[in-house]
T-cell receptor, first 116, second 113 residues
């Protein structure tokens, strides 16, 4: 138990569906992250939020839309995805987005997404 | 951030020390070395980090060479639960993108009974 909870753990959706992934942390951290892990590929950073403001968007397609309503919650809204978007989506949090903290990220268990 | 090079896979006998090497020959003076691991189907887990001194915590020890161009993560008494992919990451502490942890392919450690 890392203190970062992701729901749902598994999601199957069609290409025309709209769904959302949710992440919640109870660690009092100020920064939250979305990572994508495709089969046999390294983890890719998608988005970074610091104090509820987006500080990084690593050229992610607009069919992925993040939302950070407060420092404890992070969403990833999914719309008209493609089969190649099937992956494990990991949320993480850290005390700070910059190097005021230790650089230690706490990851959730991930949401396994399958796009049909 | 400096790139790292790790062996693709390693085996270790249960109860023995696991020594995982990492090369980071282009590391700069303000960059730290981080180690994470990822057990199958779980999120990555932070293990340890250091700048130039050796570090030890309840999980592992980190040995960084004097020139800082390589490091070794040591799991003193490997157990079956240590079977995972181990990532060595170099990250700066200032400048744009200093918050980013860039994961490579890591080393798949298999602990054998």
């Amino acid at each position: 138990e890392t203190g970062v909870t992701q729901t749902p753990r598994h999601l199957v959706m069609g290409m025309t569906n709209k769904k959302s992934l949710k992440c919640e942390q109870h660690l009092g951290h100020n920064a939250m992250y979305w990572y994508k892990q495709s089969a046999k590929k390294p983890l890719e950073l998608m988005f970074v939020y610091s104090l509820e403001e987006r500080v990084e968007n690593n050229s992610v397609p607009s069919r992925f839309s993040p939302e950070c309503p407060n420092s404890s919650h992070l969403f990833l809204h999914l719309h008209t995805l493609q089969p190649e978007d099937s992956a494990l989506y990991l949320c993480a949090s850290s005390p700070s987005s910059g190097f005021l903290g230790t650089g230690e990220l706490f990851f959730g268990e991930g949401s396994r997404l399958t796009v049909l | 951030d400096a790139k790292t090079t790790q062996p693709t896979s390693m085996d270790c006998a249960e109860g023995r020390a696991a020594n995982l090497p990492c090369n980071h020959s282009t590391i700069s003076g303000n960059e730290y070395v981080y180690w994470y691991r990822q057990i199958h189907s779980q999120g990555p887990q932070y293990i340890i980090h250091g700048l130039k001194n050796n570090e030890t915590n309840e999980m592992a020890s980190l040995i960084i060479t004097e020139d800082r161009k390589s490091s070794t993560l040591i799991l003193p008494h490997a157990t079956l639960r240590d079977t995972a992919v181990y990532y060595c990451i170099v990250r700066g502490n200032s400048g744009a993108g200093s918050y980013q942890l860039t994961f490579g392919k890591g080393t798949k450690l298999s602990v054998i009974p």
